[in-house]
Every structure is written in structure tokens, then in C-alpha cells.
């Protein structure tokens, strides 16, 4: 995807997430690939509402975290992230939502190594990509928030290698990272993991915890 | 009516009932018929977000849920139940959303032969076709979900054949189905049914079932 | 107000109802009065869906209820409410809404003789109008519903009349009835009831009951 | 800011927050620092739905509240308490939202003086001004609703002195109040208030008073 191309689409996402209340404040950040070798994201700007994203609000990065090219915005704090997740899915674009039902879902269980959300049993869950039928067990790793990015990247890289099925995690309090192969698959996924937490957390006896 | 008007107004109604949050993701689908003998259903295409669909994402199938003409997409994965409703109910159209609440209430009773949802005394309920009064007692059949589309046909037909005055059903963890003479009311069906939904999943003690 | 424009801003009422959600299905109905002596009436026709409405849609009503003039629709089938409340109160714009929390609690109390909800201590009740505080308590009474239009007219009239100060209904499991001096009034008591009624609703320890 | 462009961005303002809910009725206010010496306000007239402001319907006070030039209508009724905020805090924006949640959680403490409720642990407090982490704890004070509007604002005066920290307070059964040295920070501030409200306010357990 070039890069004028991935600008504008992710400036529209984030106005239709805006529209969903998943990114209020100036929460969320929403990247795409548009060079694989070298890596260079399109990645939105750090500290700006997403409800009035504009092409001009997405900067250019490369595999450090680093702005490419003459720029005045800084890239989302959360840049790193969105590398590490790139390069060991080899995703074509890495969404981070911060929707009401995700941040509490994601509190719901006591702070411990290897926390996950289990869903099960849920014909939604076949829209993840590669998941054949409503009996796939879906499992997200929930991980603690931190403010040290390298760090947190480094346990987010420790967790998508420790579950390679995983279509998503958590961050405990802060919301939920997805990704897909296309903007289109992880813009998917969002809708149906955002349903998801919805779901499970209004339903009486709460959410399943491995 | 024509294929054509039936293609503008079904992706119509998938802009709406995705504005609701009831067709996440690539969830739900929707047909209405254009020929009666030979049937001939205007119906979805497999896989597409329905917010976004346009005409010509809508193609035409015959009885066995083959596409009629030159298609590059398939049609709904779930074709065939619409098929078994239209010949069952000699309905004009037939519509299936995935909403949270119409998930939530199609889980919360163990799975058991000819299970159903209660829903009575409310005025929303005189929306259905044919009912009269609030005192009216609606059952909503629960069917157990099947990625075996053929096999869940067969239930779905037995269910409808079973339950000659109800208006829908409900697939465990999938969602609802409805259907109407027109698609005018088939939609004015779906708004009904989710309403109630909304309700009895809200109020406490929980849903009366049969 | 003239009859032409109490057509489109009733219509105009009906597509924010239904944005709002309070509306489903084809449930609601509004009206103005555009003559006092004679009395006549603004209403919806019947059986519409409210979010399409259009001022075509709106029929002019005398105080028995018959259309006025040519007509291809009906109006109303609760016109008589409408006339009741128009005449008892002096409104100048009868609004009925069918909301889910609005639903539920003219639900949540036990059939019986002069139920009511009552409401106090809210900022929110000072919109209503003659309310100068939120120390204000205001009753809304709970009546049976009934398919029986004159039976509940009755009803309706005899409820105003033991209730002077209720600025508005509730029919159970039915919904909202509300009025205004002026349409702008009448709206303004629907955003505030509905707002009161979603958060007593949510509210740990339920409503309050008199 | 020129008065002229605050009036347009007050008036967009009011439309987004209706859209949201969070305004109902005539509920909410929200003004904006036009001059420091002397102090002049741009504020919402009173009584007016916020859904259809327009930039006419924003009016010009000076340090008392009085109304600058020719005015057919009446500043906000809660003028007073804007210039207590703008005054004490230096700000540039105050926005009040009378929200579900908000009048929810203001209300779930028993009155008492200095009751407050605390916030912490979530990343969304990161987008209140000056707050660099997730584990801040932030007290949001919770005052006695008052029709005297003087006396209300010493109320608010006197609450803004004891906790300097404070981005927000409370009033009982009435809405939130926040600031920011601009009208975004402002908004900013009212979307994570509201969203960490909703996330509070459902999350079992209830919030956590001090």
C-alpha cells in the first residue's frame, strides 16, 4: 500500500472508531506497512483525537520508531509497539482501540505472568483470520501496562512468540492491540473483538479466565 | 420486486443495522425474493462488512443456493437458511443480525432440544405480522449453531415447521433471524425483535424461558 | 403553529427519536395542536416507521379523531391519547416514546391502583417545565396498558386530572407519554425523562416507588 | 481567541456532546477565556438545547456574569461558577456535561464533606493535563448541588483551593465540570472524564470512594 494511500485510510478509521466511542481523549493509535525491506509504517501522530484524523495527521517511521522526513508531529508513543507486532506477524497493519468494555475486561483478572481471556464458542470468532467455526478457543494474553516503551515492547515480542495462534492481546487498563495481513482484516478484527468484550462482559457470571 | 431495487435496498439496510452495531465485523446477512417460481433470491455476498456494501455486492441465487449468471464473489455462507425460510414462510425477504444482546439471550439457557425465549405483554410485540394485542405470547425457538450449513437447513426447517406462528429464531451465540412478506417488514421485525431483546436482557431476574 | 409546519418538525422529531433508539420498529407517535377552537390536531399516521417519517406522513385530526379531508392513511391508533392529554393539559404537542429504559421501569412495579415512579433530587428535572429545583419530586404515574383506545382515554383523562402536577406517563411495558406548551417544550421533557429513566434504571438498589 | 471563533467552536462543541448524550434537555454549559484583563467569557445562553447551538446563541460576560452590549437572552444561570474556574485555575475553557454516568457515580457517596472519587491505574488518565503516568491518582471532588448560584461558586472556590490537583469536580446528581488552558484541552478532558466514568460506573465492585 503507498503511503498517501495508507495516510488516508487510517485518518478514516479513526473517525469511524471515534464514531464507536473506542478512541475518546486522544486514546488509540492505528498504523499500516508500506515497505516491508526496509520496514516503514504509516503510523498516526502521537497526542491528537482520532474523530478528526486527517491524511497530513500520519507520519512516516522507520524500524527504530524513528520519523522519516522533515516532521513537526512526533509518531504515537506507542510506535514501538506496533514494530514489534509488525515484524513477528509479519502484519500489513497493527490497531489499537481503547473502547470501555476492553479496558475493563482487561482488569477483571488479578495481575499474573501468562493472563489470558478466553473465548469460546462465539460465531464472531470466525472472522478472525484463519478460524474455521464458533468452537475455536481463542486465547488473549492479557499483559500489565507500562510507560517504558522498549521494555514493553520486549514483553509484547515475548508474548506473541509464547502464543503464535493469538490474534490479539491486551494491555491491563489501557485496551486492546490487534492486527491483520490488510487494514481491512485488522479493522475486522477490532469490530469483532470489541463485540466480543461487549458480549462477555455484560453476561452475568463474567468472563472465562485461563 | 426487481433485482436491482431489491440489490439497492438490502445494501441500504446493511448501512443501517451496521450504523445499530448489529452486523460487526462481517457478520449478518440479507435477502429478499425477486422470482417465486423459479425462486430467485437477491442475497449478500459472502465475507464483506456490511456498512460498507454496495448494489452490487448483492447477487442472485437459485433453490440450491447456486449464484445465477457470472460472479466473482460467492453468496452468503449461509444461503440455505435463507432458502428454507422463504419456501417454509413463503417469506419476501429474510434477515439475520449478530447483535450483543441478541447473542447474550441466545446463550443464557443449556442447550436442550426445542428450547425458546418467552417474550410477553409488551406493546412492542403488536409490530410482529398478525399480532393484535400486547398479550400476546411470542416464542423464539433457540437452535443450536452448525457450521454444517445443509444439516442446519434441515433444523432450521423442522424448527420453523414445529413453530407455524413464530416470527424467529434464534442461533446460539450467532444471533437472530427474521423474516417478513416484504422487507419493509422483515426490518421493521429485526428493530422489534432487538428491541426486546435489549429489554429483557436488561431487566433483572433475567429472561423467562421455555 | 401552522399545519405545514408542524408536519415537518414532527417529522424532523421522528428521525431524532430514532437515532436516539426510541423509537424502534414503527412504536411512537406524535402530535401539535394547530387549532385550538375547533380543536385540531398534527399527528403521525399510523403503522409508519418513525426514523422516515416525512411531513406527508402527517395527518390532521379532529378531536374524535377523524381525519380531516382526503386521506389514504390512518392516523394514529393512539389519537386519542393524544386528544385527552391536548385537552386536559392545554398542550400544545403530545410525544410518545417507546425507549428500552422507559420500557422497563413502567415494568418494574407490581400492577396496582395509582403506581407511580417517582424521581427527585435531580439538576436534570429542572428542565421541566415549572420546576425551579432540583429538590423538586415528580410522580410519574404507571397505567395498565390497554388496546381498548377509549377504555384507556378514560383512563389517561382520569390520571391528569388526580395528577395536576405530572408533567408526563407511563404506559406499561409501552413507554413514555409526555407533553409541552410548545413541540420545543414537549422534546425537551422527552430528553429529560428518557435521561432519568436510563439512570434510575442503572442506578445499584433500582427505582424508587411510590 | 477571538470571541468570534470561540462562539463557533462552543457552538460545534454543544453539537458533539449532544450527539454523545451528554447533554441532554438543556442540560450542560460551556464557555471560553475571550480577554484575561479584563476577564471576558464567551458562554452558551441559558435554556437553550445543545444539540442546535449556533455561534449567535453564545453570548459575552464580564467577571460578575453581566452581559456584555445588547442581549436578548440571558448568559448560562451557571455563569458564576465558570468564572470561579477560569479565575482560579487560569483557564482557557470550562465545559460542563450532565452525562448518565457522571450523574451516576456524583451520587453514589453519601453527602459528607470533601467526598471525592479516585481514579488510578488507568492509561486514559494519561490525557489530563501534566499527568505523565497510568498509576496517577486522581481525586475528583464531589459537591452538594445548590440553586444559589454565589454561594455555589464560593462552594467551588473553596474546593478548587484544597485540591490544586484537581482537573474536575462534581456536583451531585447534576454533571461533571472540567477546564483546560484550551478549549481542546478542555474537550480532551470531558472525553476521558466520561469515558473513565462509564468504565467505573459498570465495573462490578463499584468505584472507589475517599
Redesign the interface.
Known sequence: MSFGKAARELAAIGRRFYA??WV????GNFSAVVSRKPLRLAITASSL?KGTLRPLDILQCDESGRVMGRASKRPSAETLLHIEIAKRRSAGAVLHT?S?WS??LS?AWAAGADASLAIQ????LK?LAGV???EHRELVPILD?D?NMPRLAVLVGETLERHPEAHAFL?R???LYTWGETL?DA??HV??L??LF??I????G?PSWR
Chains 1, 2, 3, 4 share one sequence.
Request: net charge negative; aromatic share 4%; proline share 5%.
Open positions: 464507536r466511542g475518546l481523549g486522544t486514546s483525537p481503547h470501555v479496558t475493563m482488569d464458542g462465539y460465531e464472531m472472522g474455521p467455526s464458533h501496562n510507560q494491555l487498563r489501557h485496551g481491512a479493522e475486522r469490530e469483532i470489541e463485540f461487549e458480549t462482559g455484560r453476561t452475568q463474567g
